[in-house]
């Protein structure tokens, strides 16, 4: 009986980590990652295990989604007018290295979900990258960005609720291995996508609920912080 | 107007150079590079943003020209993520020079100073610190980590 509640519990691992390091904590099967010189004392770790509790329920301090901007994705071509609206309203005082930042991972989390979020039946991807798909009137996916001051939080939600942590375990230490299979010669994409956002973001967050839904967001510095080893990933299976 | 993805082409003292500009993406193709034959330049100074399939098509154009002297230059921030990133992403190149970002901690201007990677092989310091050109304060600081604009060696 202990043996199954120990097996069901998800993995937190904490301590100081590089990103290459945490990767391998996360194909090791945590499916929670803080990076922070304070160890279990940090405060998102105890924020995380009690999040644990309430199937995560529950928000960071940096997660902004009450105030967040939503728009809808409707196709493929939505995700350029989306980019471009959000990237044009941080404004032109915004330096161009950080919008590129943001640009990037925000392509990144929207090509995802439409590209691997949104399935077949069977779990098959629908789209290939190079097709410029509507989505179903069944489907959607939803984008918040709030900009802050001190960074961005983005958030896309997506109604397939496909991303298996297994699939991010796989994605991960694929692209950290940084082997000759590094890049996937997939049509629906190269694979690269979630390493990117998680490369550059502080925070990454995903919210499955299988076949339903699934939240990706996360957070961006604007500048550089102290403590730049502070980060976190976590991923929570709901139901 | 959005800027659109291409190449253009000169010759630098017998050296073919590709001029690459706008955004890498999945319908990025770099038929024109794939099809060199000789040693040539890519100066990426004109890319705006690369995304996950632009990267794939790039190290794909980059294995049609494996065994050529290739060299690149004028590599923007985007750019040097990538070459840190996907190892494959540069290959056999040799990086010639890169931007790298500043930012100003006084009053959020940024400024971006081209680096050669000669220089830095010679034993050159990339400044830590530089004054900014608009308060004048010496506050501005690389905006991201140091070590990922060393691509010497």
Known sequence: ??????????????????????????????????????????????????????????????????????????????????????????????????????????????????????????????????????????????????????????????????????????????CYQQGVDQIQQKECGAGLGLYMSFEQARHLRIDVWPGKKTVVSCWINRKRVPNEDNFSFNYFERT | MAAKFQIRTTEENGTVVYYVSGPIDEESRFSEIEQAHERLIVDFRGVLTINSCGVRNWVNCMKKIRGLEISFRQCPPAIVKQLNLVPSFRANAKVLSVYVPYLCF??????RLLVEMEDLAKGKEIPAVRKCELCGQDEMEIDGDESQFKMYG
């Open chain 1, 1 to 174: 009986m202990l043996g199954a509640l120990k097996k069901k519990r998800p993995l937190t691992a904490y301590g100081l980590f590089s990103k290459p390091e945490a990767a391998e904590k996360i194909f090791g099967g945590a499916r929670h990652v803080h990076s922070s010189n304070l160890g279990a004392h940090d405060p998102l770790v105890q924020l995380t295990e009690s999040g644990n509790g309430l199937g995560g329920e529950f928000r960071f301090p940096w997660e902004l989604a009450a105030e967040a901007r939503y728009v809808d994705v409707q196709s493929a071509e939505d995700r350029h007018r989306v980019l471009k609206d959000f990237l044009h309203g941080l404004g032109s005082e915004v330096h161009r290295t950080f919008k590129d930042v943001v640009g990037t991972v925000l392509e990144e989390l929207i090509s995802n979900a439409i590209y691997h979020g949104l399935r077949l039946e069977n779990g098959e991807r629908k789209f290939a990258r190079l097709q410029k798909p509507r989505l179903q009137p069944s489907e959607y996916i939803k984008v918040g960005t709030v900009a802050a001051p001190d960074g961005v939080y983005l958030r896309v939600e997506d109604s397939g609720g496909r991303l298996g942590f297994d699939e991010i375990r796989e994605a991960f230490h694929r």
């Open chain 2, 106 to 111: 006084q009053c959020d201007h940024e400024s």
